[in-house]
């Protein structure tokens, strides 16, 4: 049914900083309250940050709260997630979903931060 496309993913250095992109194409979840998770190799999938659905941020999980922004923009069916002063240990792939109502998910975007 609904596609999720995530992207703006990359290869950082520890400090620096990524906007990723959460879409689907062909679909609107523009009523969803929507979230960002992140799965690094051998981990299960944590969830990072949640919003609503008129943009107000709901949460953050504690090793990224001041660092990490999360918005987004019901006119372009789009959600964001802004990422500073990255760390190692923010390595990991991250997707997008519904936290209203659970959609199959993305193939996500690859986030490396790495020296």
């Known amino acids: 049914q609904v596609q999720l496309v995530e992207s703006g993913g990359g290869l950082v250095q520890p400090g620096g900083s990524l906007r990723l992109s959460c879409e689907a194409p062909?679909?609107?979840?523009?009523?969803?309250?929507m979230g960002w998770y992140r799965q690094a190799p051998g981990k299960r999938r944590e969830w990072v940050a949640g919003?609503?659905?008129?943009?107000?941020?709901?949460g953050f999980k504690d090793s990224v709260k001041g660092r990490f922004t999360i918005s987004r923009d019901n006119s372009k069916n789009t959600v964001y997630l802004q990422m500073d002063n990255l760390k190692p240990e923010d390595t990991a792939v991250y997707y997008c979903?519904?936290?209203?109502?659970?959609?199959?998910w993305g193939q996500g975007t690859q986030v490396t931060v790495s020296s």
């Open positions: 919003i609503t659905s008129g943009g107000r941020p709901t």
């Open positions: 979903n519904s936290m209203s109502r659970r959609l199959d």
């Open positions: 062909g679909s609107i979840f523009s009523a969803d309250a």
